[in-house]
């Protein structure tokens, strides 16, 4: 039988295991790195889907070379025995409680959530990773809200309330009708006038609500519901319990680890800050992302595209909702 730890190290090279199934080591594409390399930059895990992750994205082909090797060679069953008996066999997922989450519960879930097993297991493994690398994310991405501030490629932070509206306005594609107003300003047919083309808004200002929404809705639409959502859209990312200086590193990962666009930052005036980013491609990598980001204590309702958000040029107890960083 082989030993999966032997296995991996086979692979990468020496690792510094930090449990059972998971350890820091070097990344196979370490000398494409464009940025600095720190010692906890690169991890491999042999549990659910084994895997070899870097918190560089210069090095993704090396990794994702040196991940099929991984994953080939531990193709074939194994187990290992855990401290205080338990034993782990391939393809089960080691939880941060110690619990061993087997592969036949995976096979459950993925039937009962329509999915396939495979990816079901990518999902759970996510879970497992995420938990386990979020403390590096945290420290290695930190991204303060003075430096937000400070960082935003455009000067923004202190336009008056009406600029701040319009520049907002303008992340949008011209053709779409978004939706302004308070939360309960949906579901009757006079809520019709909160659901306007950019157009109107521009004349309008930011007066009729302190919310709105990260998706465009149908043109006629009086009601804020998912079905009436047009497809365009953004990924809203918020936390209610992450502060204001904490957030900005699952910006920073998002935008410069996973590629994924941010377009801006607002501060709500309370006690959080909105990351607008594009939105995932597809189901997949949204149920990906949604997996990741609840781990790293991110608002799972953000994946509700017809959550209301608050909307920058407008005041919330006499402060400003505003944005602070904006993309070039
Ligand atoms: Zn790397």
């Not at 790195?33 to 210069?58: A, E, L, Q, W």
């Not at 193709?75 to 025995?81: H, I, Q, R």
């Not at 043109?219 to 497809?231: F, I, K, L, V």
Request: hydrophobic fraction near 40%.
């Amino acid at each position: 039988m082989i030993n999966p730890r032997q296995v991996a190290a086979g692979v990468v090279g020496g690792v510094d295991w930090q449990s059972e199934v998971s350890g820091y080591c070097r990344c196979p594409g370490e000398s494409l790195h464009t940025h600095k390399t720190g010692k906890k930059d690169c991890r491999v895990c042999v549990d659910g889907v084994p895997t070899i992750f870097c918190f560089h994205s210069s090095c993704a082909p090396a990794v994702a070379d040196a991940n099929k090797r991984l994953r080939r060679e531990l193709g074939t069953p194994w187990t290992l025995t855990l401290p205080g008996g338990k034993v782990l066999r391939a393809g089960d997922v080691l939880q941060a409680s110690g619990a061993i989450l087997l592969r036949e519960v995976v096979l459950a879930r993925a039937k009962a959530e329509g999915r396939h097993p495979g990816e079901q297991l990518v999902l759970e493994t996510l879970v497992a990773m995420a938990g386990r690398f979020k403390p590096e994310l945290f420290e290695k991405f930190h991204w303060p809200f003075a430096h937000i501030l400070e960082d935003s490629p455009l000067l923004v932070a202190d336009r008056d309330p009406d600029d701040q509206f319009r520049t907002w306005l303008r992340l949008w594609p011209a053709h779409c009708h978004v939706w302004i107003g308070d939360i309960y300003s949906t579901g009757r047919p006079e809520h019709a006038t909160h659901f306007r083309p950019l157009a109107d808004w521009y004349q309008i200002g930011p007066a009729m609500g302190n919310y709105t929404c990260g998706s465009a809705f149908k043109p006629g639409t009086y009601s804020r519901s998912n079905a009436n959502c047009d497809g365009t859209r953004f990924l809203v990312v918020e936390s209610d319990s992450l502060k204001k200086d904490e957030i900005g590193a699952v910006f920073a990962y998002l935008n410069n680890r996973l590629r994924y666009n941010l377009h801006a930052i607002i501060d709500t005036a309370g006690k959080s800050l909105h990351g607008w980013f594009d939105a995932p491609p597809n189901k997949v990598m949204e149920d990906r992302l949604k997996a990741a980001l609840t781990v790293f204590g991110c608002d799972p309702k953000l994946f509700t595209y017809s959550q209301p958000v608050r909307v920058p040029g407008a005041w919330r107890d006499g402060k400003l909702q505003r944005i602070v960083w904006l993309k070039n």
